[in-house]
Antibody, heavy 124, light 110 residues
Framework: QLQVRESGPGLLKPSETLSLSCSVS??????????WAWIRQPPGKGLEWIGR???????TYNPSLSSRVTISVDTSKNEFSLTLTSVTAADTAVYYC????????????????WGLGTLVTVSS | SALTQPPSASGSPGQSVTISCTGT?????????VSWYQQYPGKAPKLIIY???KRPSGVPGRFSGSKSGNTATLTVSGLQTEDEADYYC???????????FGGGTKLTVL
């Protein structure tokens, strides 16, 4: 059973850089046909897609965040990471990593395995 | 732009309820990549519908999806108390190849 788990600091000050990692268990990112995604949810609000990365490192980002976001993959550690620069209070959210599932070598643009989420709070 | 969902929906046990998700001609209207997620408070979302109508293994058959034009619909038939949760739709948006979510609908089982 595939498992993904987020890790990283839970408290940041405005203007700092958010860095989170997502470890993947029971599946090899490097040999996977799936993509891997970051999604966030501000407290009491809806979901927002941040971006995706393929096992080969190809990325796509939400246009509203693209100037501040980087997603990278480390196949040797079987994990992928999120970096978000110049954070503000508006970036306070639960951050989820998830598998962006492909079936029979075609994308479905759906997320079938989610981490538990990690709350990142931006406050001075 | 985010997809548009009603903030709330409700029904009694055993009834059917529908939740709409309205997009545009560049997302829902153009692609059959609509997904639906169920989320309980404090928990991660769970995929219940993908590619408009398909259910992942283990999802009860009372959950079904459809699409007409720029609007997708989730139908929950034979409502059960455990269906009380937040539901989110999402769609592939070809421009910039990104994914957009709806604002979520809180389903209450009366």
């Amino acid at each position: 059973q595939l498992q993904v788990r987020e890790s990283g600091p839970g408290l940041l000050k405005p203007s700092e850089t958010l860095s989170l990692s997502c470890s993947v268990s029971d599946a090899s990112i490097g040999r996977s046909s799936h993509n891997w995604a970051w999604i966030r949810q501000p407290p009491g609000k809806g979901l927002e897609w941040i971006g995706r990365i393929s096992s080969r490192g190809s990325t796509t980002y939400n246009p509203s965040l693209s100037s501040r976001v980087t997603i990278s993959v480390d196949t040797s550690k079987n994990e992928f990471s999120l970096t978000l620069t110049s954070v503000t209070a508006a970036d306070t959210a639960v951050y989820y990593c998830a598998r962006d599932r492909w079936i029979n070598y075609y994308p479905t643009y759906s997320f079938d395995s989610w981490g538990l989420g990690t709350l990142v709070t931006v406050s001075s | 732009s985010a997809l548009t969902q009603p903030p709330s929906a409700s029904g009694s046990p055993g009834q059917s309820v529908t939740i709409s998700c309205t997009g545009t001609s560049v997302d829902i209207g153009e692609y059959n990549y609509v997904s639906w997620y169920q989320q309980y408070p404090g928990k991660a979302p769970k995929l219940i519908i993908y590619e408009v109508t398909k259910r992942p293994s283990g999802v009860p058959g009372r959950f079904s999806g459809s699409k007409s034009g720029n609007t997708a619909t989730l139908t929950v038939s034979g409502l059960q108390t455990e269906d009380e949760a937040d539901y989110y739709c999402s769609s592939f948006a070809g421009i910039n190849s990104y994914v957009v979510f709806g604002g979520g609908t809180k389903l209450t089982v009366l």
